[in-house]
């Protein structure tokens, strides 16, 4: 089946590269489209997550359903950092969630897609975010939950897989830090949190604002299993996801990612936070990401039967 018609359905059963890239190639291109007809939004933290939520759902990585959204065996998705909707909105629509029309509605009175995601409108939504420093907290609870009631994933021997994307930003809130305690006391070992490590927030440098310095190390001293990846390299992302590990203690990956990334002049620059582009920035960003869709020709890929 041609990715290149932009085909939404079941999950890939096996991992392409290059299917991965396209598809997130694509998730960009809706992300600066669903930006630019809005008027407001964050383009920034969308674009350096794109290529960890691509792999996430288009790289044979997580079990899902796009026809069944409450499947009890599915592994759960919490976008911790809320404001970038358009990243999950992307991955949603092309995952078959919903009719990717819906994407021009998004921030628009009563549309399912709201500035930040809501789990009442949006079908694939786990959790209602935009409250910065909760998602952590909330993918605990969650797979305490399902340990309780012995929910399984997919392979039917292990709880299904709670990953939640953090900013770096975010981490600046205390409550990361009680639910980073929880999650290894508990030996939570199938929550993953993926931390966008862009070095940028809506004020400037993380570093500047209230340094972070070693993420990756202030997990691994809460107890965590830590691993490292360039937040834009789609086989390295996806290693590091499937990587066997302990099944007692919580995961962090730490993704060192370019703001901004895709759109040469939103790259590593703080102002497009939470600055809409105009027309004729957009039209120059789909340009520069039409381009890079062609460089990667066409691709297929097989997929499970719904
Ligand atoms: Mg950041």
Request: aromatic share 6%; net charge negative.
């Amino acid at each position: 089946m041609s990715a290149q018609s932009g085909h939404v359905g079941m999950p890939p059963t096996s991992f392409d590269p290059r299917f991965v890239q396209h598809c997130a190639t694509k998730m960009r291109i809706d992300i600066v489209k669903m930006l630019a007809g809005a008027g407001s939004g964050h383009p920034g933290g969308s674009l350096s997550a794109v290529d960890l939520v691509a792999t996430l759902y288009f790289g044979a990585v997580m079990h899902y359903d796009p026809h069944n959204p409450q499947l009890p065996s599915r592994d759960r998705f919490i976008l911790s950092k809320g404001h970038a909707a358009p990243v999950q909105y992307a991955a949603l629509a092309r995952a078959g969630y919903f009719d990717p029309a819906e994407l021009k509605k998004l921030r628009k009175l009563g549309s399912m897609l709201q500035g930040h995601p809501d789990a009442r409108k949006c079908p694939g939504v786990e959790v209602s975010t935009g409250s910065l420093g909760q998602g952590l907290s909330i993918a605990a609870g969650l797979a305490q939950g399902l340990a309780l009631v012995g929910q399984m994933g997919s392979d039917g021997q292990t709880p299904p897989r709670i990953y939640t994307l953090l900013g770096d930003g975010e981490l600046q809130e205390g409550q990361n830090w009680e639910a980073a305690l929880y999650a290894a006391h508990y030996g939570l070992g199938s929550v993953v949190a993926i931390v966008d490590r862009n070095m940028l927030q809506i004020d400037g440098n993380t570093e500047d604002v209230m340094a972070l310095a070693d993420v990756g190390a202030k997990f691994a001293a809460f107890g965590w299993q830590v691993a490292s990846v360039d937040g834009h390299d789609v086989p390295a992302i996806r290693e590091v996801l499937c990587a066997p590990r302990p099944p007692d203690k919580p995961y962090a990956i730490i993704a060192d990612t370019v703001k901004g990334k895709g759109v040469s002049f939103m790259e590593h620059v703080a102002g497009w936070h939470g600055v809409a582009p105009s027309e004729k920035e957009c039209a120059t960003a789909i340009a520069e990401l039409d381009q890079y869709l062609a460089d990667l020709g066409t691709i297929t890929i097989e997929r499970s039967a719904s």
